[in-house]
């Protein structure tokens, strides 16, 4: 069975600090993707990347990061030079190809807080 | 614009009382999913469907109906609402499901 663990519930981090979120997954199929959403204070989700468990390149885009280690079942995100409107709930989720990727297991989030 | 459009935003009911939240996508896309947020269970998936009249059961079924008889559209129905089924619920849609899902706005749900 697929599952998914954000041990993080809740970080606090001062502007401008830079911040990784931590996520750890499990899985019986070789082939899955993993995904990670952001969800504001204004409740919409919104998604950030997806990574398919053959690609291991770590990504960049603009001051958000992802590190995706097979080894350690782990996709972790980090945001650099942390701003207010960064503040919200962000959810790791995955699914796999056994299940048609239709079957989606999300973590139970991370919520950040940016003090300005 | 591309969208998942959910209806309604907000709801209270009573316990007992059918209601159906509609969901609709306007992207053509295959694959359909309704999820429940709940605080610090996170998202669980109650049902999808990658097609028309075709649909699963997700993790947290119970209690719930789906239809997909047009590919926009994917309603959720509580038959018997129950105050267990007070939540948040996102309707989500994707063109494949490794794509990632666009997500409604969400239907928060009080059943009293």
């Known amino acids: 069975a697929q599952k998914v663990t954000q041990a993080q519930t809740e970080i606090s981090v001062v502007e401008k600090e830079d911040v990784t979120l931590d996520c750890v997954y499990e899985?019986?199929?070789?082939?899955?993707?993993l995904f990670w959403y952001k969800q504001p204070p204004s409740g919409e989700l919104v998604f950030l990347i997806r990574?398919?468990?053959?690609?291991?390149q770590n990504e960049i885009s603009g001051r958000y990061s992802w590190n995706f280690q097979k080894s350690t079942s782990s996709f972790n995100f980090t945001i650099t030079a942390s701003q207010v409107v960064d503040s919200a709930v962000y959810f790791c989720?995955?699914?796999?190809?056994?299940?048609?990727?239709?079957?989606?297991?999300f973590g139970t989030g991370t919520k950040l807080q940016v003090i300005p | 614009e591309a969208q998942v459009t959910q209806n309604p935003r907000y709801l209270i009911t009573v316990t007992g009382k059918k209601l159906t939240v509609t969901c609709s996508q306007n992207?053509?896309?295959?694959?359909m999913s309704w999820y429940r947020q709940d605080p610090g269970l996170g998202l669980r998936q109650i049902y999808y469907?990658?097609?028309?009249?075709?649909?699963d059961k997700g993790d947290v079924p119970e209690g719930y109906k789906v239809s997909r008889k047009e590919k926009r559209n994917f309603p959720l129905i509580l038959e018997s609402p129950s105050p267990n089924q007070t939540s948040l619920y996102f309707c989500?849609?994707?063109?494949?499901?490794?794509?990632?899902?666009?997500f409604g706005s969400g239907t928060r749900l009080t059943v009293v």
């Open positions: 989500a849609s994707s063109l494949q499901g490794a794509y990632g899902y666009t």
């Open positions: 899985t019986r199929d070789t082939t899955y993707y």
């Open positions: 990574r398919n468990s053959f690609d291991e």
């Open positions: 989720a995955l699914s796999e190809a056994g299940g048609g990727y239709q079957k989606v297991t």
């Open positions: 992207m053509n896309h295959e694959y």
């Open positions: 469907s990658m097609n028309v009249e075709v649909t």
